[in-house]
């Protein structure tokens, strides 16, 4: 449902219109517009978004790793409507035991090296992913060098 301080923005009650369970808050801060999103969800919302809202363009998507706090991680999507000049962040929180989501490959074939990288550093895994293999690190590396848990000193071999 939509928060009471987002109802003024048209996106947000575009949403909310849309699948009133797909939100579970959000924010307007510094003129930006986050909403959070129910991670089982993410892929008819970002297909709304682009399809309806003219969301045509994913400029990111990235993670953050919270621990020790639980949910522990967040997956963050950069969205820019180049029509309507308006840009949007969806967030999307993640157990940090096995953490997993849909991919948004089907809607933007552009997510496919952001979810490879946030697959690489993180070890978030994105379902139904063409090709989800390590993009950066070495294929033999152990471990998600991002992770706050990751050792940064010692021995790697």
């Known amino acids: ?3 009471e301080n987002l109802q003024e923005y048209s ?3 575009a949403v909310d219109r849309f699948d009133a369970d797909a939100l579970t808050g959000g ?3 510094l003129g930006e517009l986050t909403l959070e999103i129910v991670p089982a969800k993410i892929v008819s919302v ?3 978004l682009k399809y309806d809202q003219k969301f045509v363009r994913l400029s990111a998507v990235t993670a953050v790793d919270r621990f020790p706090a639980e949910p522990r991680f967040e997956v963050v999507y950069h969205l820019h409507s180049i029509e309507r ?3 949007l962040r969806l ?3 993640l157990p940090g035991q096995d ?3 849909d991919s948004v490959t089907s809607v933007w074939r552009s997510a496919n090296w952001y979810e490879r990288e946030v697959f ?3 070890g978030i895994q994105f379902r139904n992913h063409p090709n989800l293999k390590r993009i950066m690190m070495p294929d033999d590396w152990e471990g998600y060098p991002l992770r706050k848990d990751y050792p940064v000193t010692g021995s790697r071999v």
């Open 1 to 3: 449902m939509l928060p």
């Open 99 to 101: 953490p997993a989501i």
């Open 91 to 93: 967030k999307c929180r």
């Open 46 to 48: 970002c297909g709304f």
């Open 11 to 13: 996106t947000a009650a």
């Open 85 to 87: 000049n308006e840009r």
């Open 27 to 29: 924010k307007h801060a």
């Open 120 to 122: 690489d550093l993180f």
